[in-house]
T-cell receptor
Framework: AQSVAQPEDQVNVAEGNPLTVKCTYS??????LFWYVQYPNRGLQFLLK??????LVKGSYGFEAEFNKSQTSFHLKKPSALVSDSALYFC???????????????FGKGTKLSVIP | ETGVTQTPRHLVMGMTNKKSLKCEQH?????MYWYKQSAKKPLELMFV???????ENNSVPSRFSPECPNSSHLFLHLHTLQPEDSALYLC??????????????FGPGTRLLVL
């Protein structure tokens, strides 16, 4: 079975500082990994995904994530945080070997990012 | 906006009421999804439709009844709900359900309160 964990309910960072939002996963094979962001009163917006290839994935709004197979992690990063980055961030995983009939994304509980001016 | 719209945005209903949530996608996708988002819990996938056919039902109580008349529209019919059903209901779409990899595009959600 596939699972994903976001160990931090909340992350606070000062504007201009680098930010990291953590995600670890568990799958039986090589995973497909996603990051989504949810702003207040909005649906989820796709940020980036890892399918295969380069372990460093670049996405929207200056975000990037690094796939680390040995640590089963896919942490979201940004070199310099903006106040407008304050939102709820969700990591999601899909196991390509989950078996016939199930192609579902499994989402983490979300991490609330607060960027302090 | 993402090309996926949901109406209404807010809904308050009593436990004996019947209401429907509507989702429409303008992206030319063939798969549509209903998710339930409760506070401090992971998103829960409820239903998936692929080319108008229901492909997933994650043990959702029968008081939730989905309908997908075509690839662009998805409904969630609600009746005799419980207060614990209060949540944000999100609709999403993707090119196809079985295409690997998939990116899902979400609507803004309907905030449901059951009294």
């Amino acid at each position: 079975a596939q699972s994903v964990a976001q160990p931090e309910d909340q992350v606070n960072v000062a504007e201009g500082n680098p930010l990291t939002v953590k995600c670890t996963y568990s799958v039986s094979g090589n995973p497909y990994l996603f990051w989504y962001v949810q702003y207040p009163n909005r649906g989820l917006q796709f940020l980036l995904k890892y399918i295969t290839g380069d372990n460093l994935v670049k996405g929207s709004y200056g975000f990037e994530a690094e796939f680390n197979k040995s640590q089963t992690s896919f942490h979201l990063k940004k070199p310099s945080a903006l106040v407008s980055d304050s939102a709820l961030y969700f990591c999601a995983v899909r196991d390509p070997y989950s078996g016939a009939g199930s192609y579902q994304l499994t989402f983490g509980k979300g991490t609330k990012l607060s960027v302090i001016p | 906006e993402t090309g996926v719209t949901q109406t209404p945005r807010h809904l308050v209903m009593g436990m004996t009421n019947k209401k429907s949530l509507k989702c429409e996608q303008h992206l030319g996708h063939n798969a549509m999804y209903w998710y339930k988002q409760s506070a401090k819990k992971p998103l829960e996938l409820m239903f998936v439709y692929n080319f108008k056919e229901q492909t997933e039902n994650n043990s959702v109580p029968s008081r939730f009844s989905p309908e997908c008349p075509n690839s662009s529209h998805l409904f969630l019919h609600l009746h005799t709900l419980q207060p614990e059903d209060s949540a944000l209901y999100l609709c999403a779409s993707s090119q196809e359900y079985y295409r690997i990899p998939e990116t899902q595009y979400f609507g803004p959600g309907t905030r449901l309160l059951v009294l």
